[in-house]
């Protein structure tokens, strides 16, 4: 089982990871989501790979976000970049659609959260953490967008590994 775990938010730091499925051991990583063009929302999440109750091919996500307004509703994707620098170094949605279908995540108060498993049933959608470079979450963005205007992003973080 591989699992990777993001921080989404302002000021979050750093990255851990643990050891590869190779070994017998669990690889774990975590990535800081810093606010862009003005974006003050915060956050956490995680992928895992295999969790509990799910096929071992499938990766859950699971994102909580703070600092959001109540009632509104908040996307986020995977984008195919590798920096945060700009909209440019950010990329579109990774691979189109491998990037899409993370629900929205619905602000409570100034909280929401989301769980989203996605299947690896379809090979131009399917995720891993830490396989196949053509379905790997580790090296791309994930991208936190206005809920009043879309295309607007308000959020950036790289997801990665490290030992």
Not at 125 to 151: K, Q, R, Y
């Amino acid at each position: 089982m591989y699992i990777i775990a993001f921080a989404a938010g302002v000021g979050l730091a750093g990255c851990t990871v643990g050891d590869t499925t190779e070994g017998g051991k669990t690889m774990k990583a975590s990535s800081a989501v810093t606010g862009f063009m003005g974006g003050t929302v915060t956050g956490t999440g995680s992928f895992e790979e295999g969790a509990s109750g799910q096929p071992t091919d499938s990766v859950t996500l699971t994102l909580t976000i703070s600092g959001c307004v109540a009632g509104k509703m908040y996307p986020a994707h995977i984008h195919q970049g590798s920096e945060c620098t700009d909209t440019t170094t950010q990329g579109g949605h990774w691979d189109m659609t491998r990037g899409e279908g993370i629900p929205l995540v619905a602000c409570s108060t100034t909280t929401g959260t989301v769980t989203y498993t996605r299947p690896a049933t379809d090979p131009t959608t399917a995720w891993s953490v830490g396989g196949d470079a053509t379905t790997n979450v580790i090296g791309h963005l994930i991208v936190i967008h206005d809920p009043d205007t879309t295309t607007m992003r308000i959020g950036c973080g790289k997801i990665a590994a490290a030992n």
